[in-house]
């Protein structure tokens, strides 16, 4: 269908469930490939989420999550944490997907660190709520916003929330379509954050090339 319908998702997690969702393929589902609720909570890590609508990972009411080493792509968003959830979700590939890369909104928590965040459709990262927090470091945030404004600007950075919520440090934020930040100061050269290409080794392979400004350059804790 192309319109928006109720569809079938990948792994659902609900009312104190207990995951462990480790290398599989979860593809062309007409809803999220992973969404947490109610209490779940999950290990997630070395997966591959594609082709799908709603979040390639989605994780909301008061559940629980630590997402690891996935490469989440053509969904319709990336990774997300909604509701009172936590979430630490490091060393994510999140590309190509028609709206954002990584959310957190609602009451939630998130560390989001080690992640590349590329080719989103329209933002790279947003915190947005002004309850929201999240701890941002160590990510590779480039060439968002290709597709018109959908479900936030088509930036790298969205702050459409308390900025005392962002602690916003050692990123690489660069040649996103309609600037590197909206509603937030201009990071590069401030807390470690710098914006330049990373020299990936392709457009899918996204280990740096050597000599990449990126190399070396990370969160020294």
Do not use: Q
């Amino acid at each position: 269908a192309d319109d928006v319908v109720v569809g079938i998702g990948g792994v659902m997690g609900r009312e104190g469930a207990e995951l462990f969702i480790v290398d599989n393929t979860i593809r062309n589902n007409g809803w999220d490939g992973i969404a947490l609720y109610r209490g779940s909570a999950a290990f997630i890590a070395d997966n591959e989420i594609s082709v799908g609508r709603g979040a390639g990972i989605g994780i909301t009411w008061d559940a629980a999550a630590t997402v690891l080493r996935n490469r989440v792509s053509r969904y319709w968003k990336g990774i997300g944490s909604f509701g009172g959830s936590r979430a630490v979700v490091r060393n994510n590939a999140v590309f190509d997907n028609l709206g954002w890369g990584i959310v957190a909104t609602g009451t939630s928590w998130m560390a989001a660190a080690n992640n590349v965040i590329a080719r989103n459709g329209n933002c790279g990262f947003a915190l947005w709520s002004d309850d929201a927090t999240c701890v941002f470091t160590n990510n590779i945030v480039v060439a968002n916003g290709w597709r018109e404004e959908w479900v936030c600007p088509r930036v790298g950075v969205w702050m459409n929330g308390e900025r005392a919520g962002l602690d916003f440090s050692y990123n690489d934020v660069w040649s996103n379509v309609a600037g590197d930040y909206e509603d937030m100061e201009e990071m590069s050269g401030v807390a470690g954050n710098i914006s330049e290409d990373p020299a990936f080794v392709d457009s899918l392979d996204f280990h740096l090339s050597p000599g990449s400004p990126c190399m070396d350059a990370g969160n020294p804790i």
